[in-house]
């Protein structure tokens, strides 16, 4: 059931052993299991996450203190050059000579990065704490490095790993500006975000934006593909303890188990949170006189809910703030995608938008009963985040009691296996042949769709509420092979028309299903 709403303006931003085959898997299986017994056990931490959970608790007892003022207010005036021009010494790096796939570098405050983090480093040994100091970067052009305080903390920082070549260590992820952090895999260009939590998006009252105050990060022994790490999480109604793994590679894994306490009733929760640009695409054309075809860091939101249904919602840059929620009880998972990855599509050769990872999130256990929440905030440029989505539960989150959740992260470039079936690669529209009429042209495209013969007869399930169907046809495309359902509708009653759809042969869903909302 999708319920949608458009609130004013004024709102903020498998293991099972066969014969032969099965047996020959079970005993892959139980040699890993062997060899992985006989690693030696790591060493007990001195810390771990329920320390960083007992943490926020007792802070979440205390009232909020804001950390503003740590940074002089002259660092803050400084220009965007200025600050780009301040740069972490590669040799001061964590890690950096210590045999470790690993280093971590740190971001200097300023401009917008208003507040610090503290950083620690962590062991079975011990917490140490990784200390600011100006001598760790080259000011560049820059007059004022005499007058940075000397004690006064890093405002981020980032993970390199050998990703692509055993000889360079690449930057994987970063940490930086309230709970913000993006991660890419091989082949990828930074993109869109994430976020430790979203509070009150897009409520009238005004959106709240929590913030990491403190890290801790594990030392990957010699070696290590995968790096460990904790935050504390503090905002003026909110405290919160996260875990994460980091897992680089072709496609780059982040596990991720939260505990959040509340100091205050807030309104609404977003878990597992992902923050995107649109701009427009070949379903929303440019506002603006533009070179590129199109613009965006992400085309769509899918979500795959426990009946096991498929769906793609195309997203656009809408005339008003628009909230679409889907909902749902224990998701299997959703994400934004940028699922178009032709060059010719963008014409960019500076940002590359073709390269923007997508982001899956797969739940952990049950979640329960709740909905995924697309928020789509009007944009008259590209600069702007204007693309929120995440998991909001059915159960109110009160005080005193603490939020549990864990999920698994993919920043990838295309998986086949999401959906398996066929999918939507193209969502056109244009007003149509009839009066006060809306024409669909919607493209599908899949491995068992290209091999159907253009004289198989296949039905596009159509569905629309609010709204009248005119016709509807589908043919194949005998240019590219893919399948192309046409449709028209006519609005009726002012109200948003809801649309769903997807191809059918004789009784077999062929494709994932296509959603929208035309709006009024």
């Not at 470790?100 to 740190?106: L, R, T, Y």
Request: proline share 7%; hydrophobic share 40%; with cysteine.
């Amino acid at each position: 059931m999708i319920a949608t709403t458009t609130p004013p303006p004024s709102s903020g931003r498998f293991l099972r052993c066969a014969w032969l085959v099965g047996a020959l898997v079970c005993a892959l299986v139980a040699g890993d299991a062997s060899a992985q017994a006989k690693k030696p056990a790591r060493k007990k931490l001195a810390f771990g996450f329920e320390d960083a959970a007992k943490r926020a608790e007792k802070l979440a007892r205390s009232p909020f203190k804001d950390p503003r003022g740590e940074v002089p207010e002259w660092l803050l005036q400084i220009s965007y050059d200025q600050w780009r021009d301040i740069r972490f010494r590669p040799e001061a790096s964590l890690w950096r000579g210590k045999n470790s796939n690993f280093e971590v570098q740190f971001f200097h405050p300023g401009l917008y990065y208003d507040r610090t983090v503290r950083m620690h480093e962590v062991d079975s040994a011990g917490v140490r704490a990784f200390e600011f100091n100006p001598n760790q970067f080259d000011y560049g052009k820059n007059d004022f490095a005499s007058r940075v305080p000397q004690d006064m903390g890093f405002a981020g920082f980032r993970v390199h790993f050998p990703i692509k070549t055993a000889a360079y260590k690449d930057e994987v992820i970063v940490f930086v500006g309230a709970s913000y952090f993006r991660a890419v895999g091989k082949d990828h260009v930074y993109g869109l975000s994430a976020r430790g939590v979203a509070v009150d998006t897009a409520l009238p009252s005004g959106e709240e934006f929590p913030f990491f105050r403190e890290f801790w990060l594990v030392r990957p022994a010699p070696g290590a593909k995968e790096l460990e790490f904790y935050a504390l999480l503090d905002s003026p109604r909110m405290t919160g303890a996260y875990r994460f793994v980091v897992f680089p590679g072709d496609q780059t894994i982040v596990d991720v188990e939260s505990r959040l306490f509340l100091r205050k009733k807030i309104g609404k929760i977003g878990i597992a949170p992902l923050t995107s640009m649109f701009y427009c695409g070949e379903n929303n054309a440019c506002r603006t006189e533009d070179y590129r075809p199109e613009v965006h860091d992400s085309d769509g939101l899918l979500l795959n809910d426990s009946t096991g249904e498929w769906t793609w919602r195309p997203l656009r840059n809408p005339r008003v703030l628009s909230v679409n929620s889907f909902h749902m009880t224990n998701p299997r998972g959703f994400g934004l995608l940028q699922r178009d990855r032709d060059y010719e599509h963008y014409q960019d050769l500076e940002t590359r938008m073709e390269t923007r990872p997508s982001v899956w999130i797969e739940p952990k256990g049950d979640w329960g009963p709740g909905h995924v929440e697309l928020v789509q905030i009007p944009t008259q440029a590209d600069i702007h985040d204007n693309i929120v989505s995440y998991w909001t539960p059915d159960a109110p989150a009160e005080p005193g009691k603490s939020i549990d959740h864990a999920w698994r992260m993919t920043w990838y470039g295309d998986d086949p296996g999401r959906p398996p079936a066929g999918r939507v690669v193209a969502t056109r529209r244009d007003l149509g042949t009839f009066e006060d009429g809306q024409r669909f042209v919607i493209d599908f495209a899949g491995k068992e769709l290209r091999a159907m013969p253009a004289e198989t007869v296949l039905e596009g399930v159509v569905t629309v509420g609010n709204g009248e169907l005119l016709e509807q046809q589908v043919v194949k495309n005998p240019v590219n092979g893919q399948w192309r359902l046409t449709f028209q509708v006519r609005p009726q009653g002012g109200m948003p028309v809801e649309m769903r759809a997807f191809l059918r042969h004789e009784e077999e869903a062929l494709t994932e299903t296509w959603s929208y909302v035309l709006e009024p």
